[in-house]
């Protein structure tokens, strides 16, 4: 009797073994979520690898947070998918479009100054594919999205707060052409705001630095009161669309956040040129024949001479950016930056390559003033902001997440892609929780953030 | 006899266990568990070999073996912080075992052999877990062997001290966050090592009745030399993780131990024990991986584990029904060493009460079935693995049916 009173004592143990801990309770606390649209540029559209294409979209950051607004109340968030993993990406070039496919890490074999291989080879970002015609991959842009709208993501690459507000903008951006529903006449807040969202992500006005800062200028940026005048216009749409919407802002973040201005000079220091005596006498020659007596050249280390956009020449000076574009090729082989050895000519570093300590300033300046008409903004329409300038600075030490190490070195640092200015799947992920946290902080809610280990890096071959 | 536990012995020498503050094993005989695992001060039968060696010479019988295995089932679930998201540990039984053999070649003399797994760590998470980066699945095993030495004075004062040699094994996946065509790159090492260490301990029975204990189990220093560390990486990263050998550096903790109990009754039915036990855990700081071919991406690294040390209180009672059944009951409490910023799914460990029951049925004289059945219950616990930021909430359980046979002549 005992016994039998002991091995049923034994199984009821066992059955209450599994160990239970309550789940995640998603709580909106009375916040509308049901109809979320997101508003930007490239950040906001899921572009990366400098291309438009399939698993970026998928991977964009307001698609990961739409994914957790599911849990409060959240529809479908549709997005106009590109038909294709290769993806497009596009430059202006003088009457039209120059196209290319995404770039993805590849082992490329390293080549002497008279391109022959020399044996080794090196893991770099390489365009996935170039047999594909520039025909193809314009048809491939302009082509349908591969869902049916009426779309939720009003991610357009290259959108500058201004242009988001200019009615007919997508005959000027092929990004904006391809899904607008009337390409010729509606703007891209015009048909954001047409969804009626009862919350909204807008991260707009990176465009209005960074298009300039890339190009290695401060002479394209947005004037501050242009910014000013278009920013809350444009929010402004948005809370005025209908349904009352909340909503969430994010800033800009830095230039030296971004591994597209904070690699090459690592790897190469602005006075790497090693000159001796003889040398230097000869540079100071050249340079005074063809006008340029004011840059000196000296024994010893000396700064590359870099051409500003007013047409000046320059030496370099400590704290000026190489881009991450620089043709290091050049450098190495044709005396970019010093002179050309076959045609004995001075050679300065094209500007655009090289983001000057002045141009810094004044772009950081204008970051700052535009940070702070998004927050002014925010605060006096009630919405979130998402600190982006802030939080990306973090990621300059480095950050850790379940195991992830990440921080802001090109490739190796983990989050961003092979483009050096947009995130990879895994800093979406990252950045798609900053998003919520910053929504349950304004909000009191509690929406559950995206796991971020789902969400690969860069593909390594 | 001998048979069936050089059986036994045979079966389950590759078995071992997750359970417990840190990775310590406390299922050392029946007897013990279904008293709260409680033993320093008792002196019943050949395991007094590994609770106090100064307790084997008061075992009256010329021989005495011992031997006995657990079934641990454990179960653990985690419930990540601020993500929708819980794993369960992938459920695997653990097999510790026991084996001890006495023998008096004089009245005060006693020599015998413990052979057990005081030391194990046992769980997998599975491959696409959330914290595949700090761990998929751990194996590591210590079985100690001790040769000891016992003698008694006047039937008062007992002094025992065994040397300790161990084997350890381990086996370890992690995932790497590096990503090839086919996903994650993923990390394995394996290997083995041995070392030595003493057990010493001291009995008295100062009254009739009362039995007092105490016992110190030294720090063994686990150096796996030259483990296997296999890297399954992308081709282009290949160079940055050379397959490789890896020294790994794993303390066992030294334990020192304090036992009383009380026979009373008719006939000293009735025994009431309680131990004591506390674990020198604060030894294991950090977990260090020292990799032989250096990159600059693998090195030396030593994962932080700041163990604190703990002690554990444990209570037992014992009655004897008749000639042919004993019952036993017991309980206790080890509080988890684990630091709340270092919660390590690599070992869960979580405040753990036990409780725990059962009997032996003597069909004869000197020989004994003996089963025990511990039900062990980790408390909630909320913590973050801070040097990985990997946070969560734990919460472990685990039921272990044991069963054993005990002969003395």
Redesign the interface.
């Known amino acids: 009797m ?1 016994k039998i009173i ?1 091995i049923l ?2 199984v009821s ?2 059955v209450a ?8 309770s ?1 709580s909106a606390n009375g916040v509308n979520f049901t109809k979320f649209v997101a508003v930007g540029n490239s950040m906001v559209a899921g572009f990366a690898d400098n291309a438009l294409y399939l698993s970026g979209q998928q991977n964009s950051i307001p698609n990961l947070v739409a994914e ?1 607004l599911k ?1 409060v109340g959240a529809g479908p968030f549709v997005q106009p998918l590109i038909g294709t993993e290769e993806g497009v990406g596009v430059t202006a070039v003088t009457g039209g479009f120059y196209c290319y496919t995404k770039m993805a ?1 590849k ?1 490329v074999p390293d080549k002497d100054c008279n391109g022959d291989p020399i044996g080794t080879s090196s ?1 770099r970002p390489a365009i996935v594919n170039t047999t594909v015609d520039q025909n193809t991959l314009k048809q491939q842009l302009l082509a349908a999205p591969t869902v049916a709208g009426p779309y939720d993501n009003f991610g357009v690459p290259g959108v500058n707060v201004k242009y988001a507000c200019v009615p007919g903008y997508g005959a000027y951006n092929p990004y904006f052409a391809r899904f607008a529903s009337s390409a010729a006449t509606s703007s891209v807040i015009g048909e954001a705001a047409g969804r009626q969202p009862t919350f909204f992500m807008i991260w707009l006005g990176d465009m209005d630095a960074l298009a300039s800062a890339t190009s290695g200028t401060d002479l394209l940026l947005t004037p501050v009161d242009t910014f000013a005048k278009y920013y809350p216009l444009a929010t402004g749409a948005l809370i005025a669309s209908g349904n009352n919407p909340k909503g969430v802002a994010a800033t800009i973040p830095d230039v030296t956040s971004l591994p597209f201005f904070n690699t090459i000079s690592k790897q190469l220091p602005y006075n790497s040129v090693t000159l001796t005596a003889e040398q230097a006498a000869g540079l100071n020659f050249l340079y005074t024949q063809y006008g340029h007596g004011d840059i000196v050249w000296k024994e010893g280390q000396n700064p590359f001479v870099y051409s500003k956009p007013d047409g000046s020449w320059a030496q370099m000076q400590q704290g000026d950016l190489f881009l991450l574009t620089l043709p290091t090729d050049s450098i190495k082989c044709k005396g970019m930056g010093i002179a050309n050895p076959v045609t004995y000519e001075p050679y300065p570093i094209p500007g655009q390559y090289v983001l000057d300590v002045a141009e810094q300033a004044n772009i950081k300046t204008h970051i700052d003033q535009f940070n702070q008409i998004i927050k002014a903004t925010a605060m006096a329409q009630n919405l979130a902001v998402a600190d982006m300038n802030t939080y990306m600075k973090s990621f300059i030490s480095g ?7 990440v921080n802001t070195t090109f490739v190796t640092g ?1 989050m961003f892609s092979t483009d050096g200015v947009h995130l990879n799947p895994r800093g979406c992920a990252i950045t798609a ?1 900053y998003f919520i946290q910053a929504i349950n902080a304004k909000y009191g809610c509690r929406i ?4 971020i ?1 789902n969400y ?6 | 006899m001998r048979k069936i536990s050089y059986l036994l012995l045979c079966l389950f020498l590759t078995a071992t266990a997750a359970f417990g503050g840190g990775y310590q094993v406390g299922l050392h005989s029946m007897r013990s568990i279904g008293m709260g695992l409680i033993g320093t001060s008792l002196s019943a039968d050949a395991s007094s070999l590994f609770f106090n060696p100064g307790g084997a010479a008061f075992v009256n019988e010329k021989w005495s073996f011992s031997a006995g295995m657990s079934f641990v ?1 454990a ?6 912080k ?5 794993a369960t540990l992938k459920h695997e039984v653990n097999l510790p075992f026991y084996f001890y053999a006495a023998f008096k070649p004089t009245k005060n003399l006693s020599v015998g052999l413990a052979i057990n797994a005081p030391y194990g760590n046992r769980l997998s998470w599975g491959d696409e877990w ?5 761990i998929q699945n751990l194996s590591f095993k210590a079985i100690t062997y001790q040769p000891t030495v016992s003698y008694q004075f006047k039937n008062i004062i007992g002094v025992g001290i065994g040397l300790v040699y161990a084997t350890g094994t381990m086996d370890l996946n992690k995932a790497i ?5 086919n ?1 994650d790159a993923t990390l394995n090492v394996k290997g083995g090592t041995g070392n030595f260490g003493f057990n010493a301990g001291i009995m008295v029975h100062p009254v009739k009745g009362l039995s007092l204990g105490v016992d110190y189990r030294s720090k063994i220093e686990m150096k796996v030399k030259g483990a296997t560390a296999t890297f399954d ?5 290949k160079s940055e993780f050379p397959d490789n050998k890896v020294d790994v550096m794993l303390p066992l903790p030294a334990n020192l131990d304090f036992g009383a109990s009380y026979e009373f009754g008719k006939n000293k039915q009735w025994m009431v024990g309680i131990n004591l036990c506390y674990v020198f855990w604060n030894t294991y700081d950090s977990l260090v991986f020292d990799f032989e071919t250096k990159t600059s991406t693998i090195n030396r690294t030593a994962t932080a584990a700041m163990y604190e040390s703990r002690l554990i209180e444990r209570i037992g009672l014992q009655y004897q029904i008749n000639k042919l ?1 004993t ?1 036993r009951v017991g309980g206790y409490y080890d509080p988890s060493p684990v630091p709340t910023d270092y919660m390590n799914p690599q070992t869960p460990s979580t405040n753990e009460t036990g409780i725990t ?1 059962g ?1 032996s049925i003597y069909p004869f004289k000197g020989f004994s079935i003996d089963a025990a ?1 511990l ?1 062990l219950m ?1 408390a ?1 616990r909320e913590g973050t693995f801070s ?4 946070a969560g ?1 734990y ?5 272990i ?1 044991g069963i054993g046979l005990s002969y003395s002549f």
């Not at chain 1, 950050?399 to 190490?405: E, N, P, R, S």
């Not at chain 2, 179960?75 to 990540?80: G, K």
């Not at chain 2, 966050?177 to 065509?181: E, H, R, S, T, V």
């Not at chain 2, 919460?395 to 039921?399: C, E, K, P």
């Open positions: 005992k002991f004592l034994s143990l066992f073994c599994e160990r239970k801990i309550d789940e995640f998603p957790q849990t890490l082992i893991i950050l850790v997440f379940d195991g992830i190490a983990g929780n559950p953030e995206a796991n280990t690969p890096g860069l593909v390594f071959p | 089932f179960r653990a679930t985690f419930q990540a601020d993500v929708n998201y819980q959330m914290g595949r980066y700090l966050p590096l990503q090839g065509a996903g990486v992308p081709s282009s990263l059944v019952v029951c009997f059945f039900y980790g909630k040097p990985e930021n990997f909430t919460r472990t359980g685990f039921s049916p």
